[in-house]
């Protein structure tokens, strides 16, 4: 589930940015395969990963990943 949340935030913010995947697997260094599988939900991205997505993207790795309930619940 975690990893699917995760996959739709990379994918919206990399559209957001106007990036195709192979743009950002360029920028990023990152392998098209490899960042394809994390996109799909099929690969978990370690932390340097998603620091080194998020820098590319110009945003942080925190806005990368998906929010806890318990994070939802205190944003209120």
Do not use: C, W
Request: without cysteine; hydrophobic residues 35%.
């Amino acid at each position: 589930m975690e990893n699917m949340q995760l996959a739709q935030r990379l994918r919206a913010f990399r559209k957001l940015k106007g990036y195709t995947q192979q743009d950002l697997a360029h920028k990023t260094g990152i392998s098209l395969a490899v960042l394809g599988s994390i996109e799909r939900g099929n690969r978990t991205a370690g932390q340097d990963i998603l620091n080194t997505i998020a820098r590319a993207l110009g945003v942080t790795a925190q806005e990368l990943q998906p929010h806890t309930d318990y994070e939802k619940r205190s944003e209120y």
